[in-house]
């Protein structure tokens, strides 16, 4: 059953999980390129963090990394790093790092949330270690300079016009990636997921540990199957959580195309939600599920044609707002927010308030990160308009609830650089130590998109699907089940002898 608990966001980008898309085949990537002798990183000098609701004993440091792992004498780069030292040192077995997701998400805030419930679960098993991804939170950062109004997850998303066309986001989409080329320098060129994998192996180094154990979560999947494909001797217990299609001819451009599924999946649990009986009546929105269904897609269109001004000045609520709105929340497990403004548009007495994730722009660095890992990771085709218009109309017609936004053009159509690197072919040669967990109806990284990946690790994973909803799996959703086969496994090694299946508390 779908609950209603307002849980903390696993990152700013989490929202949107991955906002673009690519597309390469193998062979059209760089080859691979050899990389320079990268001195030791120095002492991590550690102090208070002082963020608002971080655990008082978690830890900051900086790290620098090489801009460009090529020149390791060359610019710096800086990492802002974090830890939750073990309470019980004797007890103590290595290092935690909770790689986070986005692009663009921050390790140091998710450790600063999560922190005391994972202390909780591990007790003094391991130092709990996070950072923020070059790009990212108060790492070094880039920026592309770009418009407010190109900053909106609204905008940031290809989102069609209300009659299906998508020549806005053509001009859009160039204008943005123009705005990257120009603005962002060497910085935002070195924003890949490759870089990211090489900057946790210098973390790793400068923690003093010989290998590592992970929580990665939402795109941070990606990365931690990358790390454990390029430095498998350098794993110990590793966990993916809520995972992507790891093909790399689709790394990015599938995860997005994946997400038009994902919200079909997921569009049912909010559907029987506000049309229970035991919903407050405030919330409820019809009286049964398909009627919730017909009343959203209805609202959607109604506004396409008319926006309604919200409480905001100058945004007001049109169809793609709400629509972005539906998939914010069924990203998370709370779908008051969304029943009442869909009740409010509904009223024409009414005055929409829009929610701050809908409401308001990313600041321009968190937008250049999201934009710039993906574009910057693969090689995207020539950017073709009447395929892109193909696919949006063949798209909106299958799945009404994006609207063809997940096949849209994007940015990365027009990116001005090739990527430096040949993207990752995961396979499952190496340890057996990789446990996935995955919730069955997740709207941003679906259940059928986490098959393949485990499908590509082989034996070298053991996969253990929650029936829930909801993006996060472990200590999100709260199904004991999950939790209680990740936490032992991180405590003893033990993972299931074979896939499973964590039935509804």
């Not at 710096?76 to 790092?97: E, K, N």
């Not at 994902?262 to 009986?277: I, L």
Request: net charge neutral; proline share 8%.
């Amino acid at each position: 059953m779908t609950r209603t608990t307002t849980r903390p966001a696993l990152s700013i980008a989490a929202l949107a999980t991955v906002l673009l898309t690519a597309t390469t085949s193998v062979a059209a990537a760089a080859p691979p390129r050899p990389e320079g002798r990268v001195a030791a990183p120095p002492e991590l000098a550690w102090g208070p963090c002082a963020l608002p609701g971080a655990p008082a004993e978690q830890e900051c440091a900086r790290l620098p990394v090489p801009l460009d792992y090529d020149d390791p004498g060359g610019r710096q780069l800086t990492l802002s790093v974090t830890r939750l030292r073990s309470t019980d040192p004797a007890a103590r077995r290595g290092s935690l790092l909770l790689i986070p997701g986005g692009p663009g998400g921050s390790g140091v805030r998710h450790l600063a949330v999560k922190g005391a419930t994972l202390r909780q679960q591990v007790g003094g098993a391991y130092d709990l270690v996070g950072f923020d991804p070059r790009g990212t939170g108060g790492s070094t950062t880039a920026s592309c300079g770009l418009d407010e109004e190109d900053r909106h997850l609204v905008t940031l998303r290809s989102w069609p016009a209300a009659d299906g066309s998508i020549a806005d986001n053509v001009t859009r989409s160039r204008r943005v990636a123009e705005a990257c080329d120009r603005n962002g320098g060497a910085v935002l060129r070195s924003l890949t997921s490759a870089n990211q994998v090489r900057d946790i192996d210098r973390f790793r180094e400068a923690l003093g540990e010989e290998r590592l154990s992970a929580w990665g979560v939402s795109y941070g999947t990606y990365v931690a199957a990358v790390y454990a494909q390029k430095y498998p001797h350098r794993t110990d217990r590793w966990v993916m959580d809520s995972n992507g299609d790891p093909d790399p001819a689709r790394v990015g451009r599938g995860w997005l195309a994946n997400m038009a599924k994902g919200v079909e999946d997921r569009f049912p649990d909010f559907a029987r939600w506000a049309s229970a009986a035991s919903t407050p009546e405030e919330f409820r929105l019809a009286d049964d599920p398909a009627a919730v269904r017909r009343l959203f897609l209805d609202l959607a269109a109604a506004l396409d044609r008319a926006p309604r001004e919200s409480t905001t000045p100058g945004v007001p609520l049109t169809g793609n707002r709400l629509r972005q709105a539906l998939q914010n929340a069924l990203t998370g497990n709370s779908f008051q927010g969304l029943a009442r403004l869909i009740t409010s548009a509904r009223d024409p007495e009414a005055t929409p308030v829009l929610t701050r994730d809908i409401a308001g722009a990313l600041p321009d660095e968190d937008a250049a990160i999201s934009i710039a890992v993906v574009c910057n990771d693969v090689r995207w085709p020539a950017p073709s308009v009447p395929a892109h218009q193909r696919a949006v109309t063949t798209d909106r017609a299958r799945h009404p609830l994006t609207a063809g936004m997940p096949v849209n053009i994007t940015p990365c159509s027009f990116w001005k650089h090739a990527p430096a690197d040949r993207p990752t072919r995961l396979t499952d040669r190496g340890p057996s130590s990789i446990l996935m967990i995955q919730n069955l109806r997740d709207p941003a990284t679906p259940h059928s998109g986490a098959l393949r990946m485990r499908a590509a690790l082989g034996d070298r994973a053991r996969m253990v699907t929650v029936d829930s909803g909801g993006h996060g799996a472990y200590l999100n959703t709260g199904n004991a089940c999950g939790d209680r086969t990740v936490t032992r496994y991180l405590l003893t090694g033990e993972r299931p002898d074979r896939d499973m299946l964590c039935a509804a508390d």
